[in-house]
């Protein structure tokens, strides 16, 4: 029995020394080949990086290539805008992703820093739509607010007889009578997410200009006012909307803010809120009637292309009416498609591989 | 007060204190009562969520191999069943008729996978479709033109955005490559340490530093292990991002200190006299270590590296740092090549919108546990069948 154990101890250890050997070989190799072809190709396959808005169309278009030609399937990283931006902006070359995903416009510093950092070329696409649903449990009635109301609702400061005062609202109807009478509970998305960015920049940067109390008490800074009440009326979720989905099921009084593609799928026991008067669905949300949408985007670096190999094809099949169309697969899995004029228009900047220059990102 | 309590109050006392061993003895059956409890019910949940997901919705339809379907791959199914086919399915089919050529102008009745709505309805949960749909696939199912097949695809494939068409399988070879990295680095390298430590190294205040390091190693949140393997192995030695091979040596970092703790117990266990006899019998201290002190450690040796490796295959963190969360379907065939594990797989299935995702998200959880127990009772195994008594 010692022997054995023994025994095993040294195939283990020789087992070691020879994979150690196999690694070290393999990475000597791919140095080896990519050295003098490192002018054609930079990798076999294609890495993407960015928002997880983004992440599940992206793979999609990638599984898509990955199973219906001989490229090989890119990988689709999901890091958030951010991180993405940090990624590719970090330079060209085989470890640098090749695309990053957005659920916001690139910023002219990322850009700034794409062109520092070697790049020639970054090209936009603008893939469609994402609608911030304010969700309920579906056997409520109807819920209608404006968007100054939801500000109030979640605002940490609010204003009261020319001043601001810490939210003292825990009702609706404490907000406006003619709201129903339901306890303020809002599952929300946490300081760390694109979708609470989103939430700031379309729902209190709005309604901010609503209420000249703002600008007297907080002078300039006003108009960026993005404080998001502490107490238990919101609810900080993590980032796994399905969660929230699961306690506005259970709880009726609940609201939730999250993805329209989630309220999508969970229409037989959710409803969206009806914002400013109009309703979160498709139609209202591609034509920005819908109040709480925002842009979804794709940065490439036209710098690999032609040096990854799948790279314009992934692209082209992305922007194709077939996933991104007002009928394409995308659709079916919650992205609300850009109108007509502005899918052309994204497409063209697309195939012809327009430069994005700094001076017209914000 | 005299120092001699009266009978009546000693009783009392007495009493009183077998009241409360009596109450003591009932709190713990109730905490181990409830820790069962939350097992049995946490096992159940998932089991029965899970169940659904082995079996696959599939329909029998009539495809015809026309010219159109190489363009229009749905054309090859009867217009109102188009939804009702999965796109997994669809898509593949103008890559089957260029290797098959003779397929073209035939028309042949199949057994295909159904779109995840169908798949959902016929398993009786919330779907997307329409009265008119349901009315459609409940004629087809009257009329023995559905099933629910074994999902062996759950088991043979990599991951999709279409749930009918997502399987484990990227996942499952990605973790073993990562498993199997993890233990020839962390293993030989842990119990090397250990036994330097335990045996040869001088008792000075380096050593102690060392010691005092490795318990806090043991400790420290697995993210910022993750943080040094993006910053050392990715950003520094340049190993490639997402690849298993930088996944295997950062877990491998997190079970070293672990394998050595584990190590060097089992090292202590066996006793002072048996060394000093061999010692005696003039066998040179690295004998004693080799033939003696090692072999009669290995099962405490082994249980501690199995325990390492069951935390490290359920980690999730580290892997998030160096990009191993990622839409990665194939399995990769080389350590160098990007791949994903199970818990970043059941992460990603459980944050999708697409509801069908549930029961494969649960089925993944399944899976998990089922290899985790198995590692654990080998690790049981192993130390009941090798272990000696003093």
């Not at chain 1, 292309?305 to 659709?331: A, C, N, Q, T, W």
């Amino acid at each position: 029995m010692r022997s054995m154990l023994t025994a095993a101890l040294c195939a283990l250890l020789a087992a070691t020394l020879l994979v150690a050997a196999l690694v070290a070989d393999a990475m000597l190799a791919s140095t080896v080949v990519t050295s003098p072809a490192q002018a054609q190709t930079l990798r076999d396959q294609i890495r993407i990086v960015g928002s997880s808005t983004v992440f599940p169309f992206s793979s999609f278009v990638a599984e898509e290539l990955g199973k219906t030609t001989s490229f090989r399937t890119p990988v689709v990283e999901s890091t958030g805008s951010g991180g993405g931006f940090k990624l590719f902006s970090a330079g060209v070359g085989t470890e640098t992703p090749d695309i990053t995903n957005s659920s916001r416009r690139i910023k002219k510093s990322e850009l700034e820093t794409c062109y520092a950092n070697g790049m020639t070329s970054v090209v936009e696409a603008r893939i469609g739509f994402d609608g911030i649903a304010i969700a309920q449990n579906g056997k409520n009635p109807d819920f209608k607010v404006s968007l100054e109301q939801l500000f109030l609702a979640v605002a940490e400061k609010v204003p009261s007889k020319g001043t601001l005062v810490p939210n003292p609202f825990k009702n609706w109807k404490e907000i406006d009578p003619t709201l129903p009478d339901r306890i303020i509970l809002i599952y929300g998305p946490p300081a760390t997410s694109g979708t609470r960015d989103a939430f700031v920049e379309l729902v209190m940067h709005k309604a901010v200009k609503s209420f000249p109390e703002y600008e007297q008490v907080l002078g300039k800074d006003a108009k960026d006012y993005s404080a998001i009440r502490q107490d238990q009326a919101y609810v900080p979720s993590g980032e796994n909307d399905n969660l929230i989905v699961q306690k506005l099921v259970q709880d009726k009084n609940a609201f939730g803010i999250f993805g329209y593609s989630f309220l999508e799928e969970n229409k037989d026991r959710l409803k969206g809120a009806v914002v400013n008067g109009v309703k979160p669905e498709p139609k209202t949300v591609s034509s920005g009637e819908y109040p709480i949408s925002r842009s979804l985007f794709f940065y490439i670096k036209a710098d690999h292309i032609g040096k990854v190999p799948g790279l314009k094809e992934y692209v082209d099949l992305f922007m194709s009416e077939k996933m991104i169309g007002s009928r394409g697969l995308l659709r079916r899995i919650g992205l609300i498609p850009l109108p007509k004029d502005q899918l052309e228009q994204a497409r063209r900047n697309v195939t012809t591989l327009k430069r994005l220059d700094p001076a017209d990102v914000k | 007060m005299s120092v001699f309590q009266t009978d009546q109050s000693l009783k009392a006392a007495t009493r009183r204190r077998l009241a409360f061993e009596k109450y003591f003895q009932w709190c713990t059956r109730i905490a181990i009562a409830l820790a069962a409890g939350f097992l049995v019910y946490f096992l159940f949940t998932i089991g029965g969520m899970a169940l659904p997901a082995f079996r696959q919705g599939q329909l029998l339809v009539e495809i015809s191999y026309t010219e159109d379907v190489l363009e229009m791959p749905n054309y090859a199914v009867p217009e109102e069943y188009e939804f009702f086919v999965s796109h997994e399915f669809l898509r593949q089919l103008p890559l089957r008729m260029q290797e098959h050529p003779e397929l073209l102008g035939t028309t042949a009745q199949e057994w295909v996978l159904a779109a995840a709505d169908v798949d959902q309805l016929l398993k009786g949960k919330a779907h997307r479709l329409d009265a008119e749909q349901v009315r459609l696939v409940q004629e087809l199912a009257a009329t023995g033109h559905t099933r629910l097949a074994p999902n062996w695809d759950f088991f043979t494939k990599g991951d999709s955005k279409i749930p009918e068409a997502a399987g484990i399988e990227a996942a499952v070879v990605g973790t073993v490559y990562v498993l199997v990295i993890t233990l020839l680095l962390s293993f030989p390298v842990g119990v090397a340490s250990a036994i330097y430590l335990e045996e040869f190294a001088p008792d000075n205040r380096l050593t102690q530093l060392i010691e005092v390091n490795i318990n806090n190693l043991a400790a420290i949140p697995s993210i910022i292990y993750g943080l040094l393997g993006l910053a050392i192995f990715i950003n520094l030695l340049g190993i490639l991002r997402s690849s298993s091979l930088v996944g295997g040596i950062t877990l491998a970092l997190m079970t070293l200190p672990v394998i050595i703790i584990s190590t060097r117990a089992a090292i202590r266990a066996v006793p002072e006299t048996l060394r000093h006899g061999a010692l005696a019998l003039g066998a040179t201290p690295w004998q004693v270590m080799w033939n003696l002190v090692l072999p009669l450690a290995m099962p405490g040796i082994l249980t501690g590296t199995i325990i390492g490796l069951a935390h490290a295959i359920g980690e999730t963190a580290p892997l998030l740092i160096v990009g191993m969360m990622a839409y990665i379907p194939e399995a990769p065939s080389s350590v160098l090549e990007a791949s994903t594990v199970l818990p970043a797989q059941i992460y990603t299935w459980a944050s999708d919108s697409q509801r069908a995702f549930g029961e494969r998200t649960a089925a993944g959880i399944l899976v998990l546990l089922v290899v985790l127990l198995s590692m654990n009772a080998l690790a049981i195994y192993l130390r009941n069948r090798f272990e000696k008594r003093w």
